[in-house]
């Protein structure tokens, strides 16, 4: 028994796999929260107005849907960085500039599915709710009701790149051992040094984090629909 904790004891401690969990929880909790307000609101916006340059923006968000997330951390620091814009908040190599980074990966994919789905939905709302006699700010609340669905697929898709990425939080947040690192660098760490029983328990719990989140998702969407099966 306490050869086994001893293990536990030295393979937590070697790489801070205990404080990689926490860093992981804490980025992926504000980057998708604040990912989703902005992306949900500025989909449904784009949706809904028309404007010279329109086919353009909506070109630059699909395509910023795939960029490559070291791209994006790379501009991230730039930003960031003592001589960037941002410099004075002295973000970098901390979580705060890790959520930064992955507010720009992750708002483009929310707001790309969103303003697909309006496009779909919007028209039929917007036309019952003006027979009905709503408000503007009505119409908008029953769209999102609507499409309360779809903005849940785009919220959890989010969130799933968020605790996947590697190399925008590694260029941000400097892989920094019990400050920085999280569980996906610790994993690239891990293999580096050959230690790959390691990596795949992180991973498992990585997986485990993702089903627990979508487990509660489904439950708390099954308890509102009322469907057995969701």
């Excluded at 989703?36 to 809904?48: A, I, T």
């Excluded at 028209?123 to 769209?143: D, E, H, N, S, Y």
């Excluded at 990585?206 to 969407?221: I, K, N, S, W, Y």
Aim: hydrophobic share 50%; glycine share 10%; charged share 15%.
């Amino acid at each position: 028994m306490e050869g086994i904790r001893n293990l536990f004891s030295e393979f937590f401690g070697t790489i801070g796999a205990l404080d990689s969990i926490r860093v992981t929880v804490i980025m992926s909790f504000w980057s998708t929260l604040i990912a989703s307000v902005l992306g949900v609101f500025l989909g449904l916006l784009l949706e809904r107005k028309d404007f010279p340059g329109k086919r353009a923006v909506i070109r630059l968000n699909r395509t910023l849907m795939g960029a490559p997330p070291v791209v994006i951390g790379l501009l991230a620091y730039m930003i960031l960085r003592k001589k960037g814009p941002l410099g004075d908040l002295r973000w970098v190599f901390t979580i705060k500039g890790m959520v930064f980074a992955q507010v720009l990966i992750i708002t483009p994919i929310i707001c790309g599915m969103v303003y697909s789905y309006a496009v779909r939905t919007a028209p039929a709302v917007r036309t019952f709710a003006k027979t009905m006699g709503a408000t503007g700010r009505q119409t908008g609340w029953l769209l999102v009701k609507e499409m309360k669905n779809e903005i849940y697929f785009a919220v959890i898709s989010g969130y799933g790149r968020s605790i996947s990425e590697v190399g925008a939080v590694f260029l941000v947040g400097g892989n920094i051992k019990n400050n920085t690192r999280t569980m996906t660098t610790a994993i690239s760490t891990l293999k580096g040094a050959g230690e790959y029983y390691e990596g795949v328990f992180l991973g498992v719990v990585l997986m485990l984090m993702a089903f627990v989140v979508q487990t509660l998702a489904d439950h708390f969407q099954r308890e509102e629909t009322g469907d057995e099966n969701y």
